[in-house]
């Protein structure tokens, strides 16, 4: 059986291709009138050169994140890998009033607010950020990591509302602070010092 011509263009069923030396086939010249497996085939080209686009990693520096928070007292940030880690010193006398209530509600006080999503809206390769309260004297008093994916549009709504409430009226309403300690275990990977939050 006679081989193909070297770099001859032939019709096919679906358009036209072209065979190179190796009997390779190098280019269809698809007939614009053809539906079907050609399109099919042109459609899965694209698909693929789609799934390569690079996808935007980007994180943002500890002093991004020290930017981001507003907050009444001594915070600083460092990054941890794609993970933002945020510490922040909690006043002693306001854990010796409230107690394990304000031991434990620290860091989801930070956690659930909008500095928080806003970091993971502007910065897509965070995956995580991970607050973490101290005593003036050093001592850790608890941590809480919220990974990017535990919350969705929806339920970022709903822990902005309890964070803010808990923050207007916690003092008045310990309920309120009860609330967001709750929705923060559901929702984070939590750890508190025992010293700090024996009932």
């Known amino acids: 059986m006679k081989s193909l011509r070297p770099s001859a263009?032939?019709?096919?069923?679906?358009?036209?291709?072209?065979?190179?030396?190796?009997?390779?086939v190098i280019r269809f010249l698809f007939s614009k009138n053809v539906a079907g497996p050609s399109w099919m085939l042109m459609g899965l080209l694209l698909g693929l050169t789609s799934a390569c686009e690079e996808r935007d990693l980007t994180v943002p520096t500890a002093d991004d994140v020290e930017e981001a928070f507003t907050y009444q007292g001594a915070l600083s940030a460092s990054m941890s890998g794609n993970v933002a880690v945020v510490t922040v010193t909690q006043p002693e006398r306001q854990i010796r009033r409230g107690g394990t209530l304000w031991a434990k509600v620290g860091p989801y006080v930070v956690l659930f607010s909008q500095e928080a999503e806003g970091l993971f809206r502007n910065y897509p390769g965070l995956a995580g950020i991970r607050v973490v309260t101290k005593v003036p004297g050093g001592t850790e008093v608890a941590r809480a990591l919220l990974p990017r994916d535990r919350l969705n549009d929806l339920t970022w709504r709903r822990a902005l509302n309890i964070s803010g409430l808990a923050r207007r009226d916690g003092t008045r309403r310990p309920t309120l602070l009860e609330d967001l300690v709750n929705w923060g275990e559901d929702h984070t990977d939590f750890e508190y010092n025992p010293r700090f939050t024996r009932s």
Request: hydrophobic content about 20%.
């Open 9 to 24: 263009v032939y019709e096919g069923r679906h358009g036209r291709f072209s065979i190179d030396k190796k009997d390779r």
